[in-house]
């Protein structure tokens, strides 16, 4: 089975949906990462021991909130968030396409890959 | 530290775009072994250089080039489901055991890099399963469009959960098992098996990425040196892909990551990580 106009589509709009957001999480990340350094770089964090991040950079809710608030370390969190976010991007726009082409069986199949990272990000621990 | 760790994820992605390995594979050791990390921020940390670099080959060619989304798609569910599986199996073992299996995958990584090698492409009948999975696909090449064939579904699917498994117990993203599965199991020609691997690694990272985030493994200031510095490698070794000599560079990087795994396994045996 060749790939049809459709398909080419939504993997260029993948694609360049991916390239955009690769971006985001870059800039996002980077500047708050120069501004983390300027302010709190000195007092080296220890990562010898494990105690895990602080609580609020755990969820999503909580590093969206903290950002708001402009805590650098959540900002760059959510740079972290949005790479981790582009994935499940992609396999939602590939949902999309098998949706308009009507091709049940890989539609069930995207849900079922979308199920299991949707459960991932937003309710397993 | 975050100068070292950049520059340090720079090289990763650097060689993991110039020899095809994951760039998971280097920075768990440059973490843990060369800089003292906590092996779980390590395994965070790679599962964010895992997703830069699939999101960043992806963004570098702006499409999914010869990837075949449906196979990707389909071995997905199972990769998915092992990473899920391989989240749970790390709590519940001590860091020493998962230090040694990264051990041996390293060793499973140089010893393939070895004997990784052109095969005809399969024009056999395809089996019935890949028909009715719509499969079958061509891709370019040097003579126009060529058809290919895919076999082996069901096996090639259990091999995916175990790659799966293993990525979410350490952190990687296990594209050389993910194309073991697909070039030599499934029969798929190994460029469209490289680049639909590259495709499935960030979803499988993703699967886990989740689940590590919510138990602290994910350190913003580790990661986001690791993101930005695989990123930077990443682009940069696909400018310099088409002008040097890969064969001498994976020669190397093999016989290293041999020696690095076997120094990993005996930390983690002696109780040093």
């Known amino acids: 089975m060749k790939k049809n106009r459709m398909e080419k589509k939504s993997e260029l709009f993948a694609g360049r949906l991916v390239q955009f957001l690769v971006i985001i999480a870059a800039l996002i990340s980077g500047a708050s990462g120069i501004f983390f350094l300027v302010t709190s770089g000195q007092n080296a964090s220890n990562y010898s021991t494990f105690t895990g991040s602080a609580e609020y950079l755990r969820s999503v809710q909580g590093i969206i909130r903290s950002a708001l608030s402009l805590n650098s370390a959540a900002i760059m969190q959510l740079g972290i968030l949005v790479l981790i976010s582009i994935p499940v991007i992609r396999v939602a726009v590939f949902l999309f396409s098998f949706l308009r082409e009507r091709d049940w069986t890989y539609v069930i199949i995207s849900t079922i890959v979308m199920g299991i990272l949707l459960y991932s990000l937003l309710g397993g621990k | ?273």
């Open chain 2, 1 to 273: 530290l975050t100068g070292l760790v950049a520059t340090g994820a720079i090289g990763a992605g650097l060689l993991g775009s110039l020899t095809g390995l994951g760039g998971g594979i280097v920075i768990v050791p440059l973490l843990t072994l060369a800089l003292g990390v906590d092996i779980h921020y390590a395994i965070g940390a790679s599962l964010v250089s895992v997703l830069a670099t699939s999101s960043g080959a992806a963004a570098a060619y702006s499409r999914e080039g010869f990837a075949n989304i449906r196979i990707g798609m389909f071995l997905e569910i199972a990769a998915t489901a092992g990473a899920l599986t391989g989240t749970v199996i790390t709590a519940f073992i001590a860091p020493k055991w998962v230090a040694v299996i990264f051990g041996l995958v390293m060793l499973h990584s140089a010893y393939m890099t070895f004997t990784s090698k052109v095969r005809e492409i399969s024009v056999e009948k395809p089996d019935r399963l890949a028909t009715f999975l719509k499969m079958n696909s061509r891709y370019p090449s040097k003579d126009g469009l060529r058809e290919y064939f895919i076999h082996s579904v069901p096996l090639g699917f259990s091999v995916m959960f175990l790659a799966g498994i293993i990525s979410g117990l350490l952190g990687i993203g296990s594209g050389a098992m993910k194309v073991i599965g697909m070039d030599r199991i499934m029969k798929i020609p190994f460029r469209v098996s490289t680049a639909t691997s590259n495709f499935m690694i960030g979803i499988t990272a993703a699967a886990s990425a989740g689940i590590y985030l919510s138990r602290g493994y994910i350190e913003p200031g580790l990661a986001m040196p690791v993101m930005l510095g695989v990123f930077a490698g990443s682009m940069a070794g696909a400018r310099l892909l088409p002008k040097i000599k890969t064969r001498t560079l994976r020669i190397i990087f093999a016989i290293s990551i041999a020696v690095i795994g076997i120094q990993m396994m005996i930390k983690g045996l002696t109780g040093n990580l």
